[in-house]
């Protein structure tokens, strides 16, 4: 079993909805949570990092962590045809050296 | 200004040779990894650095050698390069801990014939 799941998609979504990302992870000693967002042919760039449970929000975008089930989420608001791009959950403990990824979701926002 | 270039962008090569991706970041982190991406994008550690010494090396064929000059600079040199050796790879940085996440090159897609 993989250390981080994530939901496998493809997404795709009219311009305007909200979207919802999701991972599950079993290494309970996790505490750093990140979304990276990869387009195609690009490196993943971070967009958002969080410490320990609870929300994040960047503009449009919100990252929630609920530890006590092993859970978090991306949520994007108004999404537009510029959200289209694979999106990459990641986590790592203190002192892992490293961040697990989860293998990502494609996510198409349709005009 | 690019803040973590790698070169080459592309790299077609054949079975059995040895070629080398070079990486350099400008932002002044400590620690530097090479990433493998697969098809399915599912992005696998391979080795870390920090400050020159080596801190990560998962269970990579020891045909990938890693080496890092100083700690702006992290090269992967590939020896008898396998077809299953065909994907992205990535160079990424970070402060020392990581925690805050990291930073990307644009890849050196390798394709091996």
């Known amino acids: 079993q993989k250390e981080v799941e994530q939901d496998p998609g493809p997404l795709s979504v009219p311009e305007g909805a909200i979207v919802s990302l999701n991972c599950t992870y079993s290494n309970s000693a996790f505490q750093y949570f990140m979304w990276y967002r990869q387009y195609s042919r690009k490196g993943p760039e971070l967009l958002m990092y969080t410490y320990s449970s609870g929300n994040k929000e960047d503009g449009r975008f919100t990252a929630q962590v609920d530890k006590s089930s092993k859970y978090i989420s991306l949520f994007i608001r108004d999404s537009q045809p510029s959200d289209s791009a694979t999106y990459l959950c990641?986590?790592?403990?203190?002192?892992?050296?490293?961040?697990?990824f989860g293998d990502g979701t494609t996510l198409t926002v349709k005009p | 200004d690019t803040a973590v270039s790698q070169t080459p962008k592309y790299l077609v090569t054949q079975m059995g040779n040895d070629k080398s991706i070079k990486c350099e970041q400008n932002?002044?982190?400590?620690?530097m990894y090479w990433y493998k991406q697969d098809s399915k994008k599912f992005l696998k550690i391979m080795f870390s650095?920090?400050?020159?010494?080596?801190?990560i090396n998962e269970t990579v064929p020891n045909r990938f050698s890693p080496k890092s000059p100083d700690k702006a600079h992290l090269n992967l040199h590939i020896n008898s390069l396998e077809l299953g050796d065909s994907a992205v790879y990535f160079c990424?940085?970070?402060?020392?801990?990581?925690?805050?996440?990291?930073?990307f090159g644009s890849g050196t897609r390798l394709t091996v014939v």
């Open positions: 990641a986590m790592r403990n203190t002192n892992a050296g490293k961040s697990t």
């Open positions: 990424a940085s970070s402060q020392e801990s990581g925690v805050s996440g990291y930073t």
């Open positions: 932002l002044g982190h400590d620690t």
């Open positions: 650095y920090n400050n020159k010494e080596l801190i």
